[in-house]
């Protein structure tokens, strides 16, 4: 439905644009609508360990939006309470359009009401509290929530298997980080479907493989650039007799030209891509 929106409210606009305007917002529009996608209900996790995959469907623990009240929350002693929809909006007072836990604080007679976790980010992974079996627990994490001290909300929700708990109920929550606040849960949702096994990503598998590989590719790129300029600083000392230091430059031209090459290319992409109607310098 949010790509469908995205799309009619920008044709209108799209069609007053030129050719090449065109192409470039066509792309920015895909990149927009590929971004945009509905949160799932369902998320597969594998346990490396054993070569098993497990699909859990987390669609029990959600309610459409315009339901009057949240079926799913947890009051603590302090009678501050977690407000709790999956995949979706919560009912409760939150004031963003994106809160999958809502925060209701008391404030003497009133209430102060805090985004807990978007629902934007939610991320379905493998079991991570201790003793809990990848079959029958899984982990929903909520992140990008309103500010809470130098950072913002995070909610972490581990569903435990109990196949009469339906939908669920939470029965315990962990507060030593009131910024980042763990609950737990006994429902159905919580119990794994066997499905075929599926190699998890780097990311899943908490592997750090992409970071070493762009640090690896910085340091070739930097070695290529030092390579670059010492080679031909001696070849333009070596057979162009060049003995100061502007000389030694490998094309040296272009690099003093670069700068004003950069200037007239967003100047010409300001213009909408029409020739003549700026001055190059």
């Known amino acids: 439905m949010k790509a469908l929106f995205l799309c009619i409210s920008s044709y209108s606009f799209f069609i ?16 927009v609508l590929c971004a945009a996608k509905d949160v799932t209900c369902k998320g597969t996790v594998s346990d490396v360990k054993n070569h098993r995959s497990y699909e859990f469907d987390l669609i029990s623990l959600h309610h459409d939006e315009g339901t009057y009240v949240d079926t799913l929350w947890y009051r603590t002693d302090e009678n501050t309470i977690y407000y709790v929809n999956f995949c979706g909006q919560t009912a409760s007072a939150c004031e963003s359009s994106d809160t999958s836990v809502c925060i209701r604080v008391p404030d003497g007679e009133d209430y102060d009401y805090f985004n807990g976790g978007s629902t934007s980010t939610q991320k ?34 581990y569903v435990n298997c109990q196949q009469t708990a339906n939908p669920g ?20 949702a919580g119990c794994g479907k066997d499905v075929p096994y599926i190699e998890p990503s780097e990311e899943e598998s908490g592997s750090n493989g992409g970071d070493v590989a762009a640090i690896v590719i910085l340091v ?11 080679i031909g600083a001696f070849y333009n000392y070596k057979f162009k007799e060049a003995r100061s ?5 490998i094309h040296r031209e272009f690099w003093c030209s670069l700068p004003f090459l950069v200037k007239d290319g967003v100047l010409f992409i300001a213009h909408g891509f029409k020739k003549g109607d700026y001055v190059s310098v």
């Open 169 to 188: 109920y939470f029965y315990k929550i962990d507060e030593s980080n009131e910024c980042d606040v763990t609950l737990y849960m006994w429902a159905a």
């Open 16 to 31: 007053s644009l030129k050719k090449m305007q065109r192409i470039i917002i066509a792309f920015c529009i895909l990149v």
């Open 245 to 249: 230091v502007p000389d030694l430059i």
């Open 220 to 230: 070739l790129l930097l070695v290529a650039v030092v390579a670059y300029f010492a």
């Open 124 to 157: 379905i992974s493998i079991a991570e509290a201790k003793d809990q079996s990848p079959s029958s627990s899984v982990t929903v994490t909520y992140s990008d929530g309103d500010k809470c001290g130098s950072g913002k909300y995070k909610t972490k929700i």
